[in-house]
């Protein structure tokens, strides 16, 4: 049976926390403000309203499209604490008009050529996991209707490439149906973020999006090898390359370009070998500020682990990797050639000797070898491979590591639970160079505390590295604060605005990999060089003459 969206919340239903799960959730809460929130009943599809269509569609782009209002409701936003809240008051009028899924590029030429011809806006869907207003747009202007684009039926690894380790894969292909499919050869795409379950390939091309490589392999940039986008004005295809100097590279105008300028879908993907040898630690350091400098060090090492991500003392705490106001870092490395034991051992010696302490001994793993079949396109997995719906094992199962782990696929619903208990609480993130952080960190750490404290009455800010570089750490802050009802979307208003500002204004960028959409436009204007907008503004205008793609995500609409 096939598993339920929820169409407001994150995921799937089936693994939203049921009342006890929310009863033990708002006492937590409740020991940490003060005041147990209560639990609300939650939304039911039954009681929404949604306006009806505002066009109809000739019929040969009906016989793809749907106007079944759970299918308009699931595709009216993504999922971040905005669209949570909004979808939680069962506030959906920005339901797309029609939901289209194409099984191939003629139909969506025809979708274009209607919505050209008709003035609709098209918005593509990807997996619904976008949280920065990526997928919800609201007709006006020159647009007098909505149409929404799920690519979800052109899901298949089309053709391996053994030899050079590459996959083709369609677009709409998402995480767990890429892993099912490249298992059949021993393969990976080894690309995990935290949505992998609903995301999809085309969503993580159009918005650069983070995978689980804490260093080397962070964006999907660094797996794509050619494109396939299918725009307004005509196809462009990219040549498969292992690398070229020849002009700016085409991939790059439509890696993190939002579906603004086309779709993408398809395209050739490094892939690897599964991971034989697996290793793993975690280091507790007294201080975050210990953790830094070891970080650091880890990072300009040339050692390159999979994992290798700092939690603060809050972030530890709050996800119960640790209890003891420390500090944690989890190490992990992962190899199809090697063991890994000199990497650990020279890993833990730099991160010990910048005072860290590694009270357990390291784990280590060797799987079973994964045969590799050059023409078996089988889109069953063979009896070893998981199914599609178990989430990857991107760490070794030490007691930190796979607390952290299974927290880390969690969040996202967990959010949706405080949502409905009218907590306030999301997540933002950044980048920045090394020498820029300890002022950056103490700005925004104070801004958002301060912010919370006037709007909120209080509250917690965490901060966890999701990456490192040689050059600078990606931080990703989490913010919890009592919400007041009818309030919660002007209260996070006011402290993700003071975080943005505070971002600006000491040299991070407004994204590491959650994408600009419409929520990070503002400060995005203020960030991207003034002629380079106008560079993408003329471009968005070849290749989109009408104006019909995802419009106000990324650029300002067109007048």
């Known amino acids: 049976m096939a598993r339920v969206r929820s169409f407001w919340a994150w995921g799937y239903e089936d693994r939203f926390p049921d009342t006890d799960a929310r009863k033990a959730l708002a006492g937590r809460i409740g020991a940490v403000f003060g005041g147990e929130p209560a639990l609300r009943a939650l939304p039911s599809l039954d009681a929404l309203k949604l306006s009806p269509p505002r066009y109809s569609p000739p019929v040969e782009l009906r016989g793809f499209g749907t106007t079944d209002a759970r299918e308009r409701a699931t595709h009216t936003y993504g999922r971040g604490y905005r669209d949570l809240v909004r979808g939680f008051a069962g506030d959906f009028a920005a339901a797309p008009d029609w939901v289209f899924y194409p099984t191939d590029e003629a139909e969506l030429v025809l979708l274009y050529r209607f919505c050209e011809a008709e003035g609709i806006a098209l918005v593509p869907y990807g997996g619904g996991t976008n949280v920065v207003g990526g997928v919800e747009h609201r007709p006006g202007g020159r647009h007098r209707g909505t149409a929404c684009v799920d690519l979800s039926r052109m899901d298949k690894v089309l053709e391996i490439d053994t030899a050079s380790r590459a996959a083709r894969i369609q677009a709409g292909a998402s995480g767990p149906r890429i892993s099912q499919q490249l298992a059949t050869q021993g393969l990976s795409l080894r690309h995990y973020p935290q949505s992998f379950e609903l995301s999809t390939l085309g969503g993580w091309i159009a918005t650069r999006a983070g995978g689980h490589y804490a260093t080397l392999y962070t964006h999907i940039d660094d797996l794509v090898q050619s494109l396939r986008v299918v725009t307004p004005a005509g196809v462009v295809e990219t040549r498969r390359l292992p690398a070229s100097g020849a002009g700016p590279a085409p991939e790059r105008l439509f890696l993190g370009s939002e579906g603004v300028f086309g779709i993408v879908t398809e395209a050739w993907m490094r892939v690897q070998p599964r991971p034989r040898w697996r290793a793993s630690a975690s280091v507790r350091f007294s201080r975050f500020a210990e953790g830094v400098i070891a970080t650091r060090a880890l990072s300009q090492s040339g050692l390159f682990p999979s994992n290798c991500r700092l939690l603060d003392e809050k972030e530890a ?182 975080a943005m500002d505070t971002i600006l204004a000491h040299g991070g960028t407004v994204t590491h990999h959650h994408a600009v959409g419409r929520v990070h436009r503002p400060w995005y204007e203020r960030e991207r060089p003034a002629l380079f907008e106008a560079a993408l503004v003329a471009t968005k205008e070849r290749l989109d003459p009408q104006g019909i793609m995802n419009p106000g995500c990324l650029l300002p609409p067109r007048p």
């Open 317 to 498: 705490m709050l996800h119960r990797v640790a209890a003891d106001g420390r500090s944690v870092l989890l190490l992990a490395f992962e190899s199809a050639d090697h063991p890994l034991e000199p990497w650990m051992e020279r890993a833990l010696s730099i991160a010990t000797d910048l005072g860290g302490t590694c009270e357990e001994e390291p784990m280590y793993s060797t799987d079973v070898v994964y045969s590799m079949r050059p023409h078996a396109l089988s889109s069953q997995p063979p009896p070893s491979v998981p199914p599609a719906s178990e989430l990857p094992d991107i760490t070794h199962d030490a007691v930190d590591a796979s607390t952290w782990k299974r927290s880390f696929f969690d969040a996202p619903y967990l959010q949706s639970a405080l949502v409905s208990l009218g907590v306030v609480c999301d997540t933002f993130e950044t980048a920045c160079t090394w020498e820029r952080f300890p002022e950056l960190h103490a700005a925004v750490t104070k801004a958002v505390e301060g912010a919370m404290k006037e709007v909120c009455g209080g509250g917690i800010v965490t901060c966890r590295f999701t990456h490192v570089y040689p050059d600078g750490p990606a931080p990703y802050y989490t913010f919890i604060a009592p919400g007041r009802v009818g309030a919660e979307i002007e209260q996070w208003t006011a402290i993700k605005t003071a």
